[in-house]
């Protein structure tokens, strides 16, 4: 112990000892502090791979609403990231932006890339122009000073010009990309009626608004301006280097210490901010798709405000949206989070630990260049070469700082570039969707399963991908259903086989149950969903014309109502005048709106303006503008009188149009030849409509269901008429219920 004790005196304690020791145990805990989470990082990923089964949600935050989200679209398997495939998604995307070699973008791209090569050069001259006002003031050299300085100002002007250039340039790029993109997403949305199919027929694209819009918006952002972070800073830092070595060796000093150090300091910074870096790819495309389903959800508010007022129902829909917003709260502060733990880090080394190794890179050819060096006169003087230091050191202290900044704006990209990865999955998965349902490729969620059978829907499901093998041919006459099945996108199977024909003249009056499949034959033969079988025959689309129940009101004026889908170029091209508009609205008994809202020209809110039974009857009004063959009517009198209804029945036979009617008044049963009568079950028949017989047995129907209800032995009966009428009983579905 004594010995020890011995040693321990003889131990010299001094200051640069101890500031050794000190650096030394700093850097150390640092190094443990720096690399302990990525160690634990990578120990947590292997024993996440050997346990599939752990949840990873915790790296997105809490998700209130993860549930209702995935309940719209499938999650990806696979997070967006700067890999091959982002790689791939992007060189597809510009494809887009640029279809050919000589484009107004590409025209922009070269002005943005000669602005940023001009601010480099400008760059590089300010520097030594910089070091030479330096060594003026330290030589006491007035006249020159003032020289410089007047140089030094007269040079900023194209400086600040060009540094404005590049801004402007960056914003035209951004919006000529987006432009580009939005008129292909536009054109291909509304080519063979994608716009229906991806939202009612595809699950993939929750929210089509979120990535026309915004997405594409931000992806046409981000891209513009990763091309100026990227451009100048590698040419600044090439320039610079370039200019700094060949300004050292013209002084004979050694470059290749500096030049090793930095390289050293840039490699070591870009491992550690890469290893530490949060995947802020998969943290954007997760804060996008919040932002969509919080945008879905104000959307379906507006669109049912009439329902929910009703039912008084805004406080279960304010706590819907609270929710969403406090998701998307919780994901934008996970980011914000990450963002400023990451921010710190990589301005501690970027800018204090790069400034450090800069003063010494500067410091070490200065001290050591032959070029720099006192020298002695031949009478014995010594020349000070202080102005020449100060100046190599003003310029290369201005480089470096301007170089250093270039490598900081590339490291910093690669959050960027992350950022980009995010955008650009989703535009792309969303321009995929919409090449797919054209082709009539469709991907929905398999939640469904057991929904529509609770419901009351066809046990008959198709589960996996549907075939499409059925064939759509047009025809001059007639509609032909040769062993077409209906099946819905989910799946379910409405009727198997489907076999009829109607011919130019021929009236048809579709009646069953609801869910029986009446509209889902009006989809089919208007060509929203695709024949899985069989063949149909059928006019082209142009000679048929489909009403609803509920009509559309565009935004126009009064005429564009009557003409619509028609402009008023179309309409000229047609020969019509407002004459025969009013003679069109004269057989509907909408003549007098002309004048109670202001004449033809008067654009106003025709949706809230105009009455239930005011919009269907112009709904008709538009089938008479239109003049088809075959009218596809579904239910879509159901707010006009009788009196009124009839009439305009009558003028469409007149008019020589055939139509096809879903109704379920018995009024219009005479202006119907032939009925089509779906059972609800799968089974169906197609036969000449005798009216009478129809009118009389529904007349004994009602008679039976309101006077003898309760009596055992005229039940039978009763359900005999509800067979041959293909319709449901109160009295008999409740014998059918106590059967069971």
């Given at each position: 112990m004594s010995n020890i004790l011995h040693a321990a005196t003889n131990v010299k304690w001094n200051r640069s000892a101890a500031a050794k020791r000190a650096a030394f145990l700093v850097v150390a805990a640092y190094g443990v502090k720096t690399l302990y989470p990525i160690i634990c990082k990578q120990i947590n990923k292997r024993k996440e791979s050997h346990n599939p089964s752990h949840s990873r949600g915790e790296e997105n935050g809490s998700l209130a609403v993860k549930k209702s989200m995935t309940d719209i679209v499938p999650s990806h398997k696979k997070s967006p990231g700067v890999d091959a495939e982002f790689f791939k998604q992007v060189l597809e995307l510009v494809k887009i932006v640029f279809p050919k070699l000589l484009t107004k973008e590409l025209g922009l791209l070269c002005l943005h890339s000669v602005?940023?090569?001009?601010?480099?050069?400008?760059?590089?001259?300010?520097?030594?122009?910089?070091?030479?006002?330096?060594?003026?003031?330290?030589?006491?050299?007035?006249?020159?000073?003032?020289?410089?300085?007047?140089?030094?100002?007269?040079?900023?002007?194209?400086?600040?010009?060009?540094?404005?250039?590049?801004?402007?340039?960056?914003?035209?790029?951004?919006?000529?990309?987006?432009?580009?993109?939005?008129?292909?997403a536009y054109k291909t949305y509304f080519t063979d009626q994608t716009y229906y199919k991806v939202s009612n027929m595809d699950g993939r694209l929750a929210n089509p608004d979120q990535s026309l819009t915004e997405d594409v918006m931000m992806f046409s952002q981000s891209i513009a301006h990763l091309y100026s972070n990227l451009t100048k800073p590698i040419?600044?830092?090439?320039?610079?280097?370039?200019?700094?070595?060949?300004?050292?060796?013209?002084?004979?000093?050694?470059?290749?210490?500096?030049?090793?150090?930095?390289?050293?300091?840039?490699?070591?910074?870009?491992?550690?901010?890469?290893?530490?870096?949060?995947?802020?790819?998969?943290?954007?495309?997760?804060?996008?798709?919040r932002k969509g389903y919080l945008r879905y959800v104000h959307s379906r508010i507006i669109a049912n405000a009439e329902e929910i007022a009703f039912y008084r129902g805004?406080?279960?829909?304010?706590?819907?949206?609270?929710?969403?917003?406090?998701?998307?709260?919780?994901?934008?502060?996970?980011?914000?989070?990450?963002?400023?733990?990451?921010?710190?880090l990589e301005q501690f080394l970027m800018k204090y630990v790069w400034s450090c190794?800069?003063?010494?890179?500067?410091?070490?050819?200065?001290?050591?260049?032959?070029?720099?060096?006192?020298?002695?006169?031949?009478?014995?003087?010594?020349?000070?070469?202080?102005?020449?230091?100060?100046e190599a050191f003003t310029t290369a202290r201005n480089l470096l700082a301007s170089g250093a900044d270039a490598i900081e704006r590339i490291m910093s990209s690669y959050k960027e570039v992350t950022e980009l990865a995010g955008y650009t999955a989703r535009v792309h998965n969303m321009f995929l969707v919409f090449e797919e349902v054209q082709?009539?490729?469709?991907?929905?969620?398999?939640?469904?399963?057991?929904?529509d059978k609770a419901a009351g829907r066809p046990a008959l499901h198709i589960d996996g991908p549907?075939?499409?093998?059925?064939?759509?041919?047009?025809v001059d006459k007639g509609i032909i259903c040769d062993s077409v099945p209906i099946i819905?996108?989910?799946?379910?199977?409405?009727?198997?086989?489907?076999?009829?024909?109607?011919?130019?003249?021929?009236?048809?009056?579709?009646?069953?149950?609801?869910?029986?499949?009446?509209?889902?034959?009006?989809?089919?033969?208007?060509?929203?969903?695709?024949?899985?079988?069989?063949?149909?025959?059928?006019?082209?689309?142009?000679?048929?014309?489909?009403?609803?129940?509920?009509?559309?009101?565009?935004?126009?004026?009064?005429?564009?109502?009557?003409?619509?889908?028609?402009?008023?170029?179309?309409?000229?091209?047609?020969?019509?005048?407002?004459?025969?508009?009013?003679?069109?609205?004269?057989?509907?008994?909408?003549?007098?709106?002309?004048?109670?809202?202001?004449?033809?020209?008067?654009?106003?809110?025709?949706?809230?303006?105009?009455?239930?039974?005011?919009?269907?009857?112009?709904?008709?009004?538009?089938m008479f503008y239109q003049k088809p063959k075959y009218a596809l009517l579904d239910e879509c009198?159901?707010?006009?009188?009788?009196?009124?209804?009839?009439?305009?029945?009558?003028?469409?036979?007149?008019?020589?149009?055939?139509?096809?009617?879903?109704?379920?008044?018995?009024?219009?049963?005479?202006?119907?030849?032939?009925?089509?009568?779906?059972?609800?079950?799968?089974?169906?028949r197609f036969e000449q409509l005798d009216t009478a017989t129809r009118l009389s047995l529904t007349e004994e129907k009602q008679r039976l269901e309101t006077q003898l209800a309760g009596i055992p032995k005229m039940q039978q009966r009763l359900n005999e008429l509800c067979k041959i009428l293909g319709e449901d009983s109160v009295l008999k579905t409740a014998d059918l219920n106590e059967e069971e």
């Open positions: 602005a940023l090569v001009s601010r480099t050069f400008l760059s590089i001259y300010v520097a030594g122009l910089d070091g030479k006002i330096v060594k003026t003031i330290v030589e006491k050299k007035p006249r020159s000073f003032i020289m410089k300085l007047m140089k030094w100002l007269l040079i900023a002007i194209p400086a600040t010009f060009v540094n404005s250039a590049i801004r402007y340039l960056e914003c035209k790029l951004a919006l000529a990309f987006r432009t580009r993109l939005v008129d292909h040419l600044d830092v090439i320039l610079t280097s370039y200019t700094l070595i060949q300004t050292a060796r013209s002084r004979g000093a050694n470059a290749s210490g500096p030049t090793l150090l930095a390289g050293l300091v840039v490699f070591a910074t870009a491992k550690v901010l890469r290893a530490c870096s949060p995947k802020f790819g998969k943290l954007v495309a997760e804060e996008a798709h805004h406080k279960v829909e304010m706590r819907q949206l609270q929710k969403c917003y406090q998701a998307l709260a919780e994901q934008m502060n996970l980011i914000l989070s990450k963002r400023l733990w990451y921010i710190m190794s800069g003063l010494v890179m500067v410091a070490v050819p200065i001290i050591t260049a032959t070029g720099f060096a006192d020298n002695e006169l031949a009478d014995g003087q010594t020349q000070v070469m202080v102005s020449e230091r100060t082709r009539g490729v469709y991907k929905r969620s398999s939640l469904n399963g057991g929904v549907l075939d499409i093998k059925g064939k759509v041919i047009d819905t996108p989910s799946g379910d199977v409405v009727v198997s086989c489907l076999d009829f024909k109607v011919e130019e003249g021929m009236h048809l009056l579709i009646t069953g149950p609801n869910g029986c499949g009446k509209s889902s034959l009006f989809r089919i033969l208007s060509g929203l969903w695709p024949v899985y079988g069989g063949n149909l025959y059928k006019p082209s689309p142009q000679y048929m014309f489909y009403i609803p129940q509920r009509p559309y009101m565009s935004i126009g004026s009064l005429r564009d109502q009557v003409i619509y889908p028609d402009s008023l170029d179309d309409m000229r091209e047609r020969g019509y005048t407002d004459r025969d508009l009013e003679a069109i609205l004269d057989i509907v008994n909408l003549n007098h709106i002309v004048t109670r809202e202001g004449g033809w020209d008067a654009e106003l809110d025709w949706k809230d303006v105009l009455s239930g039974g005011e919009k269907q009857r112009m709904g008709m009004a538009r009198t159901s707010a006009v009188s009788i009196d009124v209804e009839g009439k305009i029945f009558q003028a469409a036979k007149d008019a020589g149009i055939s139509l096809l009617s879903i109704t379920h008044r018995p009024s219009l049963w005479k202006y119907h030849t032939h009925l089509l009568q779906f059972d609800g079950e799968g089974g169906w």
